[in-house]
DNA sequence: ATAAAGGCCACCC
DNA sequence: GGGTGGCCTTTAT
């Protein structure tokens, strides 16, 4: 269960992006979630569950400024991040990654000072809350295989095509 | 408290 | 290629 200051104005909404539509959702301190979703509707079961209780305010245009200066700019927005002490750190580790390069699961294990966690390492990755802004796409296996992705190993390999650019 | 389930890895066959 | 055992965190009983 997920905490935003009852000052934070919740708004979310949805955008187009060069890899299909997203969701992202904000609290007055910045992004706190950014998915791919199926569907409108599972985007919204889906922050349902993370923020129960919470009422977010549909602003799609808000979404569109953002997601123009994420995917056009490559600028790095603020973001609200929420997870145990474990994921926060991992999570920390990957916006380490630069643009257009990929590192490991074992490598961000070794990279937090838990190198023996990798396999915790994936389940924090796989529950990272703002896809692309917090590269879990820039992950893969040891022996070189994509790995696991949230929305589809298609999306997962669009996105790290689309950065050799 | 305990069990079960993970976006893994090394090691075997 | 495939199966197994070990590893560690989270979530659901």
């Known amino acids: 269960m997920e905490y ?3 000052y934070s ?3 979310y909404g949805f955008c187009e ?3 299909g ?3 992202m959702a904000f609290s007055n301190e910045g992004i706190c979630a950014l998915t791919f979703p199926e569907s409108r509707q599972s ?3 889906d922050l349902e569950r993370r923020f129960q209780g919470i009422d977010f305010v549909q602003n799609d245009e808000k979404v569109a400024r953002l997601a123009s200066q994420i995917f056009e700019k490559g600028k790095n927005p603020a973001i609200h991040l929420m997870g145990t002490p474990f994921q926060l750190s991992v999570w920390e ?5 630069p643009k257009g390069h990929t590192s490991t699961y074992a490598l961000i294990a070794e990279a937090i000072g838990r190198p023996k ?11 990272n809350p703002i896809a692309y802004v917090i590269p879990c796409h820039r992950v893969i296996r040891t022996d070189g295989g994509l790995g696991g992705f949230r929305w589809g190993l298609e999306c997962k390999m669009a996105i790290l095509e689309w950065e050799k650019k």
Do not use: H, W, Y
């Open 9 to 11: 104005e919740p708004s």
């Open 93 to 97: 580790a990957l916006q380490k990654i």
């Open 17 to 19: 992006t060069p890899f």
């Open 21 to 23: 539509e997203c969701c």
């Open 4 to 6: 935003l200051s009852p």
């Open 43 to 45: 985007a919204l079961d």
């Open 117 to 127: 966690a990798v396999r915790a390492v994936g389940t924090a990755i796989g529950a």
